[in-house]
């Protein structure tokens, strides 16, 4: 038997395959230049928390803020390390291409990757199949299990040849998979997405958004159209029977074509690169295999196409494995660095603007509250203060008095209502005794009427200058933690941009 040029191609071209590491050492500073640059831009926000009192809902969530900014950023090395760590064991597949395959149970994965490797096999090329299991790749000599149930557990795969792997996946990264995080490694390592689907009904879009991740990670993504074949009743010997058959180009045409379109659209909504989609292609494994695997065969089940295309396929995924080392760093800044510095510190700072907020808000109401307390506690007193030194006409005595009980009612106002805040008044409360208006006598009695509203308006204009520069004080300590949210922002999205511009660089290179 044959399988056609295009397999032999397809073997001839995977051979070819190196791990040629780029010139990505630029990129890569450019990288680390980056997050040390982030770094310092979060900390140098000052946040400051001197002016407030440690008791302050506002001081506390400033300092939990400043707090959590520090630990994320302690943790970006850990969780490179880690990472990096990690990542030795998926590269014992490191000078090979590995295609991940993806879809619903039931999709027909395991019975294409095993068609696949029969191909190879048939070949003459080296065929291993392995699984993945208590942390371990195993390889085996089974081919992988197929089934009308859901039948693939855990992440198992095969190696073509010398340098293409597949990784067949349960259905939809099925959650009970055993080994998850050894899983989710070799997901990670993978430099092509096949997405498989039943012609039954292909394209199920919403699969994609499983996919998220190694899309976001620009991976190309080949969708196949599988059990591209229907049961038509056929006679055989004058008996009418059912035979199985390959849909007809023109349905697989129009399948392909609604698949493309839908795919797109939905990479467009998951605001994804719609450049890494290919074009799908439809096969029957069940049409190949039932028929002997012979050239004609293959070519009517769609393999030829499907190995032209998965060839084309491999170039972009080449690409990919090219820029890996890159990728894998920016996917670690992407993710476990901006991604989840937004994700638990953006609602932080949401939280502190909101009690920042109604701060501002209550000061104003504090400001009233504090120049009416003063005032009420001062100027009922008056009458009396002014009466008992009516014969004595100690106007001195009084403004010395009034002063005391001034600064008296403003510290306890300030104690009651600015509880919160350090404030330190700069100037003492002084009145000025005007030299003209004092005790008078009218009609032989003491009067004190314009001494009265001399002194009600020196209490009333110190206590607006008093209560004004305290207010102001706090006023301006909460400006400044507005304009540090505002700051924390501004570096936030500055770096998100320029983030984004590394990583188009770091793709456009190719
Ligand atoms: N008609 C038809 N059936 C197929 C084809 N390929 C696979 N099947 C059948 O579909 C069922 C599922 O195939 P598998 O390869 O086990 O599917 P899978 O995607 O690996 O499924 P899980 O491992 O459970 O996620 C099996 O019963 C296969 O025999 C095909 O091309 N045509
Ligand atoms: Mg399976």
Redesign the pocket.
Known sequence: MTNGRQLQHFIERTKQITALEGDLKSILDQMQQWCNDFAIALTSIEFKVEALQTTFALAEQITLLKRQIAEQIQLWEIKWTELSATQSLADAFTDKVMLLVF?K???????LCNLLAECFRLQGQTVRYFYIQAEQIHYTDMLLR???T???AQLQGVCLGERLVLL?T??LHSATVENAALTQRFIDSADGVLW?SSSTSPGQVQELETLARELKRHKPLFPII??S?QIEEDEVDGEICTV?CNKHPSQRALQEADVYVRAQDKLREMALDVQLLKQPVSV????ARQTGMDEQTMIEAGFECLFTALLQMIEPALHYKQRKPAEIFLHHLQEQVLETFIQDIVPLSDQLQATLNHAQTALQQQHRHIAEGIWRKVVPELPQLLEQHAITQAVNTIYATITQWLEEACAQQVQQHLADYRVEMRHKIQLKPHAQIGYETISGMVVHDRLYAELSCQINETIKDYTTELVDQCEHHLKSIEKDIEQLKHVILRYSKALNEIASSLRQKQ
Do not use: C, I, V
């Open positions: 879809g149970f039931n999709a027909g994965k395991s019975s197929e089934g009308a859901e039948t693939t067949d349960p259905g498989l599988t059990r074949d199985l029957s494994t069940q049409m």
